[in-house]
């Protein structure tokens, strides 16, 4: 099966954790477990250990709540979900250009001035 969206970066879980935090947050892990647990038949170590990555990555940022059983981390995203976008179409596109050169540039620029979009291997208007 072909990823898109946020499959394309993440695993189907990281993808879905993103998104129920860029829709609410600041959540905390058992939340997060609550939400997504069932439909990924995860554990709750899962989730913990998959945000500890996605901390570790800068991906989210976290901050410590005291609380019924004691702290607690609280998960937010480190940039909005366009930001997010942005950023990795920047990325992507500085490494085409580094690794294509102009052939890459020339390709986006005539790309661009045509006004059409590539669908697969043929062009739409």
Request: a positive charge; proline letters at 2%; aromatic letters at 8%.
């Amino acid at each position: 099966m072909e990823k898109s969206g946020l499959e394309t970066v993440f695993s189907s879980l990281e993808a879905d954790i993103m998104r129920s935090l860029w829709r609410k947050s600041p959540l905390r892990v058992k939340e997060l477990h609550r939400e997504l647990g069932r439909r990924h038949n995860v554990a709750l170590t899962t989730i913990a250990v998959t945000m500890d990555r996605l901390y570790e990555r800068k991906i989210v940022e976290r901050k410590i709540e005291t609380g019924r059983g004691g702290l607690h981390y609280l998960y937010y995203p480190s940039r909005t979900r366009e930001e997010f976008e942005r950023s990795l179409i920047d990325q992507t596109v500085n490494k085409l250009i580094e690794v294509f050169g102009k052939t890459a540039a020339s390709y986006f620029d005539e790309r661009f001035k045509s006004g059409r979009k590539k669908v697969g291997s043929r062009l739409t208007s």
